[in-house]
DNA sequence: GCGCGGTGGTGCGGTAGCGCACAGACAAGC
DNA sequence: GCTTGTCTGTGCGCTACCGCACCACCGCGC
């Protein structure tokens, strides 16, 4: 992958684009810091700018009635933050939260729009993203549905290490809890069976996956399922 | 709303396009029947139309990857059914099954694109539905995690009322079961439940709302959330 | 009349996850 | 050193749902 523009091909997304639109693109963007714990948006929020993350990933979350959330999506540097803008609208549905710091390449929401018109390859390119992020959510609701934690919390933890690029990051229980909907407790137990099983390790927060493989067979065969989805969409 | 073309206003979301774009539109469409339990596509198949729903409703359902399937969302005369043909492919990625027999407009996938390339209003028209429907994945997520069967039951009740138009349809617990992801005896016992608090009535799959405020009452706020993702959609 | 398939209801033991509460372990700051 | 806050682990009773099995009822066709 060629890097005709400084951090072109840094995003996957843009980085299917012919050179000619990714740096004319990428020329477009600026370049901002992916802080830890930052909101990008809430429900009902209006959007002014989509995101694509170069470095760092952002879960995107269902806020319930109840004001409770739960993790519905996870986007790093193979997607982008922002769909509502890229089909016409401006409101948020959901709440989009940093949960990995890094960087991104940002344009504003009425920019955006025009460069869509501009380019049929950029369109192309996010719709068949928005594509692979509808199998995602809908696959993401019948795991919730059907797959106990234990499983839930390996799908996860294999997402997050694709979209880091490393094996190692920081989350504590509390937040993957958060994450997956359930009691803290719960996550403890599903993790202390997966160290026990020497799939990975952990204190106070800092994750290490020792056995990729291992997990991979630990977790429902959802995350086999997105990458497929995403393999599919891309090919 | 006015019905210039014959259907055209059968169908809500063609019913939001200008009167001279939805003519033609509707003119290069066919009718077509929505025969009961039909399945429209598989996972994988390639999407020869896009069908917009005038009376009848469709399930869209994940398939998980040990085969069994669930609903991730309901589609009637207020949708459209062939999402990946708008994003520009082909592949089905769930399952799309008649859940009540109907009637539908449909048009080949090429034809399609092209109309969606020559009228920005279809485009619009379309872009704003997806993003509506991706909020409904992103609810019905995190409804299965959070929800109990009863909640759920009267919530499906509700949205299939709304599209068949008609407080009564048919439906059996087995059928049902396997939309929510449960065992047939647990339709049986949120339904009973239902119907002792006099919300329902049911023989045999003849399933009438008798209290419909009541069963808004019952189902979760999922229910009352999804019709606000349409009304700002659409507003 | 009889059998049979489709539908709905019940019972029973097992389990995953819940709410709540509390206890230990480590890190950072004073 | 001591405190305070964060993070992880354990215990307990409870509920929703599971798998499995069996039964009752109804309508239809032979």
Not at 10 to 29: I, K, Q, W
Not at 87 to 103: D, F, K, T
Not at 104 to 133: N, W
């Amino acid at each position: 992958m060629d890097r005709t523009a400084p951090g072109a091909a840094a995003n996957r997304l843009l980085a299917h684009l012919p050179r000619r639109d990714r740096d004319h693109f990428v020329r477009g963007c600026e370049r901002v810091d992916l802080e830890f714990n930052k909101i990008l948006a809430e429900p009902g929020d209006t959007m002014r700018h989509i995101h694509f993350p170069t470095g760092g990933f952002v879960s995107l979350l269902a806020v319930m009635p109840d004001g409770v959330p739960i993790e519905v999506a996870l986007v790093g540097n193979e997607g982008m933050v922002g769909m509502p803008l890229a089909l016409g609208l401006e409101r948020s549905s959901g709440r989009a939260l940093v949960q990995g710091a890094g960087s991104a390449l940002r344009m504003g929401g009425a920019k955006f729009r025009r460069e869509l018109q501009a380019s049929p390859a950029l369109r192309a390119t996010v719709d068949r993203y928005i594509h692979a992020c509808i199998g995602q959510l809908a696959q993401t609701a019948g795991c919730n549905r059907f797959h106990v934690v234990e499983e839930r919390l390996a799908r996860w933890l294999l997402m997050t290490s694709d979209r880091a690029h490393s094996a190692t990051f920081h989350i504590t229980h509390e937040f993957l809890a958060m994450m997956l909907g359930v009691r803290r407790v719960g996550v403890t137990k599903a993790a202390s069976a997966l160290q026990r099983r020497k799939l990975i390790s952990y204190t106070r927060g800092d994750i290490r996956i020792r056995d990729r493989a291992g997990l991979e067979a630990a977790a429902c065969g959802c995350y086999k399922a997105d990458l497929a989805i995403y393999d599919r969409a891309f090919n």
